[in-house]
């Protein structure tokens, strides 16, 4: 069961199996589930979606919070499922207005959970998510977490976690090198949401 993520980095290797070169458009290294630590979860679903084991895809009660906020002209952000945004991300656009936005949006959450839910385990659709975003300075969380703290994301810390689960908000606006008082006010608001 593989997701298909756009292209994806290819690794040629020497005689020896030593890298010497990474062809392809989009630099990114894959990283399985078990392989992310606990606190990093824990981080991105503070954040992207409190209730993502709970749901099938759909998280109706944040989906109408965000539209009556929406009608009432406060914003209405927040409310696609970390499952709609893997299907917005791979399969259909990230077009937000006018009827293409609403069909787009429709769309997203029958892929969610007629397609995605039912075919994946919430933990490879966790796994799919971290893989196939851009954050910054690479895509995914692996090539984030070598790029900004200089190791694999399984050996992340607490404050190196909540940093990188902040990214999928706006990944160039909370780079960590062009703007350090922005990402570390997300990286305070991530950590409340934990808490």
Known sequence: KELPLPNKTTYIYDKNGIEFARVGQEDR????????????????IATEDSRFFQHNGFDAPRFLKASFSQVLG???GGASTLTMQLSKNTYTSKNASGWEGIKRKFTDVYLAVFKI?????????????????????????????????????????????????????APNKYNPYTNPEGTEARRQDVLKLMK
Do not use: C, H, M, W
């Open 117 to 169: 839910e039912p075919t994946y385990s919430k933990e490879e659709i966790l796994e799919f998510y971290v893989n196939s975003q851009f954050l910054g300075s690479g895509y995914g969380v692996e090539v984030t977490s070598k790029n900004y703290f200089g190791k694999s994301a399984k050996d992340l810390n607490l404050a190196e976690a909540a940093l990188i689960a902040g990214l999928f908000q």
């Open 74 to 76: 406060r914003g209405g």
């Open 29 to 44: 290294e894959l990283i399985e589930y078990k392989d992310l630590p606990q606190v990093y979860i824990d981080a991105l």
